[in-house]
């Protein structure tokens, strides 16, 4: 079964500064990726996503994620973090197969500093 | 035109009532979730739908009943609520080779 792991329950960075948010995952093949955030009591967008092809995946709000099969990773990044970054991000793990099923990680608070 | 649209938002129920949250979607999806966010923010996957058909049944307690009268609509029946079925339950729909697209969410409070 496909699972998530997001090692981070909380990150604080200054605003500004670089940010990466790691996300591993495990499943039998080549999953889909996704990235996802969700502000306080506000639903889920969609950030970015790898189905396949190029590794290095470019998202919404200048945010990036790198897909490394030897690793089971697919680790999020931003070059300069704005405060409006404050949010709750989650990983997923999509199914290639019939069923789609979706896990997502426990998800990983970024808190910005000014 | 929204996507995914659950309803109602907001829902205080006392303990032991029955309940019901309607998801519909206009995008022509194949697939449906139910997921439900406790507490500590984490996405617990209940259901999906595939189709009108059940694929995945998450050992949710029997309470909990999906319905899908057609692929535009996934609604959650909950029976007999209690103190820990409080949380915000999110339906989403996808198709095998889109991500998925989420309501904005029911909270339910059962008090």
């Known amino acids: 079964a496909q699972s998530v792991t997001q090692p981070d329950i909380h990150i604080t960075v200054s605003e500004g500064a670089s940010l990466e948010l790691r996300c591993n995952y495990s499943y039998g093949a080549t999953p889909y990726l996704f990235w996802y955030v969700q502000s306080p009591g506000q639903g889920l967008q969609l950030l970015l996503k790898y189905f396949s092809g190029d590794t290095l995946v470019q998202g919404i709000k200048g945010f990036e994620a790198e897909f490394k099969r030897s690793q089971s990773s697919f680790n999020l990044r931003k070059p300069s973090v704005h405060w409006s970054d404050a949010a709750e991000y989650f990983c997923a793990v999509g199914d290639r197969q019939y069923g789609n099923k979706l896990v997502f990680g426990a998800g990983t608070i970024l808190r910005v500093k000014s | 035109d929204t996507a995914v649209s659950q309803t109602p938002k907001y829902l205080v129920t006392q303990m032991g009532n029955d309940k019901s949250i309607k998801c519909e979607q206009n995008l022509g999806h194949d697939t449906m979730y139910w997921y439900k966010q406790d507490s500590k923010k984490f996405l617990k996957i209940m259901f999906s739908y595939n189709n009108k058909e059940l694929i995945i049944n998450e050992t949710v307690p029997n309470r909990f009943s999906p319905k899908s009268p057609d692929k535009a609509h996934l609604n959650l029946h909950i029976n007999s609520l209690e103190l820990g079925d409080s949380a915000v339950y999110f339906c989403?729909?996808?198709?095998?080779?889109?991500?998925?697209?989420f309501g904005q969410g029911t909270r339910l409070t059962v008090v």
């Open positions: 989403a729909s996808r198709s095998l080779s889109t991500e998925a697209f």
